[in-house]
């Protein structure tokens, strides 16, 4: 046998080999398939508790926003996953727009607040998520300021150059910074869009990630931005020395949303997931996992820091009907006058 | 054979370009220019290609100093072995890394508080974003494709032509003006349009380094489909980068065609070099290229630095828990990308033998080697986007399979291994061919005794390029990447965007390292089987 042993298994290995790559990896008995806007270092200890809890095991590949949206509308005709997990509102409001998801609701989705849900289930928010004014401990001594209180402060020369932040072509934090703007303004959008010309002069870089800025504003390359507290928080737990604060004018906050794809594969296993994430069982992760959001479900306690942290802060309201039905337009608006400006 | 070859160019070459004109020519199923004419019109999308245009000038320029400094030294300043070894090694790096690996190690050097233009030199508010260092950083990452070119050329024309010149009683200047430089001129251009196309197509470099006020077509064509969830936009932008592309490619395949400026054939002449620069000048020619090496190996200390401390720039207690993450975490990218490159390697050296061969000895041989050469000649964003764009509706359904990541790579990184193997066959006349059979061996003979052992190299030459590409290429593939099958360069680039600089440094380090093995790895099996030491390092851009 020894002579023939060698020679057929070499043989299966290659043939399987070379088989692979021509179908989709044969699903198991449950699985479900995730873009997951979320970074691996979140997602992973979720999925793998939600695993261990139902058997059911959660392939994913993190993207970015944006992209996670656009790869669901050009796989429309062909779903290559079963839900969009994690990322900021205004990217599943703009998914609704384009029609991609399959409404479903939660058995906890009842008590959710209005800003949380969609009506018709099309999304449910698992997270909320403020921004915040970050900047860096050594370049606010170096140039004698304190944290900054207002959006005026930002306007401050001694940012000239010094500021990152997201570019609204790639990134929901950046959108929800300038529906913030706006809101700040009183829904008046010509004011929002002069501060935010003005505020160009001292921008060093709009990054193509929402948290891309937070490193460098961490290493001193950059002096501050503006970023959502869960990059923040992460800024800070690394190690780098940066302050976080927040305008009294106010500043908006993103839900972050789960949600079904219309035409997904496997949409039993996937409403189980949603009914688990939007449930106490994966929001109480927060804190253990050191996952920076706050949960969305009222029934999961927050993490104590944030909410002293929140306490003073002044979150606005963002109409996510209106955000939704103006997002094209505003972005356009963006870059025709403020990124190129 | 001949018409399974066409029929797979169709497929892969002839068929996402034609879906992709549709693309960007309809809406919504009729034909509908207006929005393609809007998108053409915006100031935006002209500045965009402008600044392309102007970056691949420069890069150019730069880069092709650059590669004649380091092929001029090597070939005429008489070198020491070690010295030789740095060149080498430092022009290697550049081609075998990952994507983004020499632009993080500038934002970390040149910014406000960049370690050299902060920590060393002390300057203020030092800039980062902009012009000048995606200049930069893109001729230091594609200078290696003009030495490469150069070098041998140089080293051709310093053995005889350059000799005579003295004797003739010639100066050095006057030599080197008269002789060597005009020898060299379309080796030069060639090398410009290398450099040119490569820049034009680069999608990594600016998407870091280029900032607010240097949009370019590669990477707007990518924010629009990424952030704008316009495809068709998208498809617009990527068809305008093609024509300046195909332009450059057409001019560089009569450049080479007409190159008879210089007679590789001459055997054993051994260049007396060294005569033709004086004591003073090699070494401003030694120094000038210790400097471009240091900065190379600077910035790759950096990226080496940057994967075994906790938090670059905040925490320097060493770690392996960066590697733990690439080996853990990054498990699923590094099997998918290896099994897809184990698959396509041979696959890809196959098909370029096999289309390089067949160039030379069939009708529409021309025809054949032209369209070949499409997928490579385009920059990757538009090949990802085609295939997106075709194979993602039946009939052809391939999105979220591995087979289409390893068709977009053999179709577009194998053309190296077609050159090679239509050079290598042009060496030889015919007529061997005809003295094997006439002296009574038969085709498959012929075929396996004379012909093979003359491919070999340029079988080796494709699967390595192959490999290195599946490796480290992302401009295209990041379209194609599924969840059942990723890449440890789109894990990269996710990592940079998570802000986990740590992984995506260690991440680096190792494709740079199994590239090295891989590659060492089929030049030691070539000359095993050839029994000579062939220079297998035939290595393509992205």
């Known amino acids: 046998m020894r ?36 970074p691996e270092n979140y997602a992973q200890p979720v999925f793998n508790v939600f695993e261990q809890a139902t058997g059911i095991h959660v392939n994913f590949v993190r993207f970015s926003s944006g992209e996670a949206l656009a790869r669901v509308i050009a796989e429309k005709a062909n779903p290559q996953v079963d839900l969009l997990f994690g990322g900021p509102v205004e990217t599943f409001t703009a998914g609704v727009g384009k029609d991609v998801f399959a409404p479903y609701t939660s058995p906890e989705a009842a008590a959710l607040p209005g800003r949380f849900k969609d009506p018709h289930g099309l999304w449910t928010a698992i997270a909320d998520d403020p921004l915040v004014f970050m900047t860096n401990t050594a370049f606010l001594k170096q140039h004698n300021l304190s944290p900054p209180a207002s959006w005026d402060d930002l306007l401050n020369p001694a940012y000239k150059n010094m500021l990152q932040m997201a570019d609204a072509r790639t990134s929901g934090t950046a959108v929800t910074r300038i529906f913030s703007i706006i809101m700040a303004n009183n829904k008046d959008e010509n004011a929002a869009f002069a501060y935010m010309k003005k505020l160009r002069q001292n921008v060093q870089l709009y990054t193509k990630s929402g948290g891309g800025g937070t490193l460098p504003i961490g290493l001193g390359q950059a002096g501050g931005g503006i970023f959502f507290i869960v990059d923040a928080l992460y800024t800070r737990q690394q190690g780098y020395d940066v302050q976080i604060s927040f305008p009294r004018e106010g500043i908006g906050s993103a839900a972050e949303c789960i949600a079904l794809l219309q035409g997904a594969r ?6 189980k997931l949603i009914d688990w994430a939007t449930s106490p069982a994966m929001q109480s992760l927060y804190v253990k996992e050191k996952i920076n959001f706050l949960p969305a479900n009222a029934k999961v306690q927050p ?12 979150v606005l309201e963002i109409d996510d009907n209106w955000a939704g039905a103006n997002r094209e337009r505003i972005v356009a608006r963006w870059v025709a006058e403020v990124l190129n400006s | 054979m001949l018409s399974l070859i066409w029929l797979l160019l169709a497929l892969f070459v002839a068929f996402p370009l034609l879906m992709l004109g549709i693309r960007a020519a309809t809406d919504n199923g009729t034909f509908d220019l207006m929005p393609a004419i809007n998108a053409l019109r915006q100031t935006n999308t002209l500045r965009a290609f402008l600044n392309s245009l102007l970056l691949a000038t420069l890069v150019g320029v730069l880069g092709t100093a650059l590669g004649f400094l380091f092929a001029f030294t090597v070939a005429r300043a008489r070198v020491g072995r070690l010295m030789a070894w740095l060149l080498d090694t430092a022009t290697l790096l550049p081609l075998i890394s990952p994507p983004f690996t020499t632009s993080i190690a500038f934002v970390f050097s040149f910014g406000p508080r960049g370690f050299i233009t902060h920590g060393v030199l002390g300057w203020e508010n030092a800039q980062v974003y902009g012009l000048r260092s995606t200049l930069v950083a893109e001729a230091l990452t594609y200078f290696p494709l003009a030495y490469m070119a150069l070098r041998p050329m140089l080293t051709a024309i310093g053995g005889n032509l350059e000799e005579m010149a003295f004797s003739l009683g010639s100066s050095r200047w006057r030599a080197f003006r008269t002789v060597t430089l005009k020898l060299t001129v379309p080796g030069l251009a060639n090398a410009f349009l290398l450099l040119f196309a490569a820049s034009l197509a680069d999608f990594a470099t600016p998407l870091i380094l280029a900032g607010n006020d240097l949009p370019v077509l590669p990477t707007e064509a990518y924010l629009q489909i990424t952030g704008m969830f316009d495809l068709k936009g998208g498809a617009v932008l990527s068809l305008l980068l093609l024509v300046p592309a195909l332009l450059v490619f057409l001019l560089q395949r009569r450049l080479v065609a007409r190159r008879s400026y210089v007679t590789l054939g001459g055997k054993g002449v051994r260049a007396s070099a060294g005569d033709s620069v004086t004591p003073k000048l090699r070494w401003v020619l030694v120094i000038g290229c210790m400097l471009v090496v240091l900065f190379i190996f600077y910035l790759y200390g950096l990226l080496a630095y940057a994967s075994a401390v906790r938090a670059f720039g ?9 590697y733990r993450v690439v080996f853990t975490q990054g498990m699923p990218a590094i099997r998918d990308t290896l099994i897809i490159a184990a698959i396509a390697m041979p696959l890809g050296g196959l098909y370029g033998v096999l289309v390089g061969s067949l160039v030379g000895r069939v009708r529409g041989g021309q025809a054949l080697e032209l369209v070949s050469m499409i997928n490579y000649a385009l920059p990757g964003t ?22 289409i990541i390893i068709a977009c790579y053999i179709f577009r990184y194998s053309p190296s291994g077609i050159r090679t193997t239509i050079a290598l066959l042009a060496q030889i006349d015919r007529s061997i061919e005809e003295a094997s059979t006439s002296l009574g061996a038969g085709t498959a003979t012929t075929f396996r005794r004379v012909m093979l052992p003359l491919v070999l190299p340029a079988f080796f030459a494709g699967l390595s390029v192959v490999f290195i590409r599946s490796m480290t290429a992302i401009s295209a593939t990041i379209f194609l990447v599924s969840i059942h099958w990723t890449l440890i360069t789109v894990r990269i680039l996710e990592n940079m965007t998570e802000l986990s600089l740590g992984p995506a440094a260690a991440f680096s380090i190792f ?25 297998l390092m035939m290595v393509e851009r992205e």
Do not use: C
């Open chain 2, 382 to 403: 538009v090949v990802g986007i085609g295939y997106l764009v075709a194979f993602n509706t039946p009939p052809f359904l391939m999105t979220g399979t591995a087979a």
């Open chain 1, 266 to 271: 496997n949409p039993e296993p996937a409403k």
């Open chain 1, 303 to 314: 993490d104590q820091t944030m909410v002293d942290m929140l306490k003073n802060a002044k």
């Open chain 1, 3 to 38: 002579h023939i042993g060698p020679s057929i298994s070499r043989r299966l290995v290659l043939g399987a080999t070379l088989a692979t790559p021509f179908i989709r990896r044969a699903a198991a008995a449950t699985e479900v398939n995730a873009y997951s806007i979320w």
């Open chain 2, 511 to 535: 494709v740079i390292v199994v590239v090295l093995v891989v590659t060492k790895g089929l030049e030691l099996l070539l000359r095993q089987l050839s029994g000579r030491s062939a220079q």
């Open chain 2, 314 to 322: 905040a925490n320097g207690t060493p770690t392996l828990a960066n």
